[in-house]
C-alpha cells in the first residue's frame, strides 16, 4: 500500500543550527513534492516544489531535495530561529502530474529553542 | 480576498443533524479542494473541483457526504445525518489550477457531534 513517512517524534534543535526533516515515500511514483508548514489553529501554508527531475531546490533559508531512487525528500532549514517553530508537512501528487489528489504525510513538529 | 475563507469557525451539532461547511475560495481559482484533518495527522483527501466540475470525490468517506461547487466559485460540503465519528477539522484550499501549483488552505472548520 502507499505509505507517507515523516518523523513523529518532535525534533528539537538550537538557534542557528540546521534543521533536518524526513519525508520517505514508498510505492509511489510522484512527479513532484511539496512541503509545507503548519502552524497551531492554522491552515497549511505552501513553503516549496521539487519536481522529481530536479535534485535540489533553495529558498532562502530553505532547502530541499528529491531523491527518486531513495524515495526520499529532505528540507532543510539553515540557521534556524524560534520562529521556524511549527510542524512541517510533506505531499506527494499521485503520480499524473496533477495536485488532483495530494497526499500529506503526518507531520514531524519543529521546536527551536534559544 | 485576500485568502480561502471557511465558515463557520466552529460547529456543533447533535448527531443526526446535517451540517453544511462553506468555502469561499481565492477570486480566480479554478481547483477547489475539500481536506479533513485529525489531531496530529496530515490533512486527508475528501474531493476535489475544476470549476463547477466534481472531478474526484473517491475521497468522500460514504455517501452521507457530498460537495458542490455550482458556479464554480463558493463550494459547499454537506454531512447528512452526522455521527460522533464525523468529528474533525474540515479545510478548504484553493490553487489556480489542478498541475503543480501549490494549494492555499483555508483556517478550516472545526465541526464537533455530540
Known amino acids: 500500500s502507499q505509505k507517507i513517512e515523516q518523523n513523529s517524534e518532535a525534533l528539537n534543535i538550537q538557534e542557528g543550527k540546521t534543521a533536518t526533516l524526513t519525508c520517505n515515500y514508498t510505492n509511489y511514483s510522484p512527479a513532484y513534492l511539496q512541503w509545507y508548514r503548519q502552524d497551531p489553529g492554522r491552515g497549511p501554508v505552501f513553503l516549496l516544489l521539487i519536481r522529481e527531475n530536479e535534485k535540489e531546490k533553495r529558498k532562502e533559508r530553505l532547502k530541499v531535495t528529491f531523491d527518486t531512487t531513495l524515495k526520499q525528500s529532505l528540507f532543510h532549514i539553515t540557521a534556524s530561529q524560534p520562529a521556524d517553530s511549527a510542524t512541517y508537512l510533506c505531499?506527494?501528487?499521485?503520480?499524473?502530474?496533477?495536485?488532483?489528489?495530494?497526499?500529506f504525510g503526518t507531520g514531524t513538529r519543529l521546536q527551536v529553542t534559544l | 480576498g485576500a485568502g480561502v475563507s471557511q465558515s463557520p469557525r466552529y460547529k456543533v451539532t447533535k448527531r443526526g443533524q446535517d451540517v453544511a461547511l462553506r468555502c469561499d475560495p481565492i477570486s480566480g481559482h479554478v481547483s477547489l479542494y475539500w481536506y479533513r484533518q485529525a489531531l496530529g495527522q496530515g490533512p486527508e483527501f475528501l474531493t476535489y473541483f475544476n470549476y463547477e466540475a466534481q472531478q474526484d470525490k473517491s475521497g468522500l468517506p460514504n455517501d452521507r457526504f457530498s460537495a458542490e461547487r455550482p458556479e464554480g466559485s463558493i463550494s459547499t460540503l454537506t454531512i447528512q445525518r452526522t455521527e460522533q465519528r464525523d468529528s474533525a477539522m474540515y479545510r478548504c484550499?484553493?490553487?489556480?489550477?489542478?498541475?503543480?501549483?501549490?494549494?492555499?488552505f483555508g483556517n478550516g472548520t472545526r465541526l464537533t457531534v455530540t
Open positions: 484550499a484553493s490553487s489556480l489550477d489542478s498541475y503543480n501549483s501549490p494549494l492555499h
Open positions: 505531499a506527494l501528487d499521485p503520480g499524473t502530474g496533477t495536485a488532483s489528489k495530494l497526499t
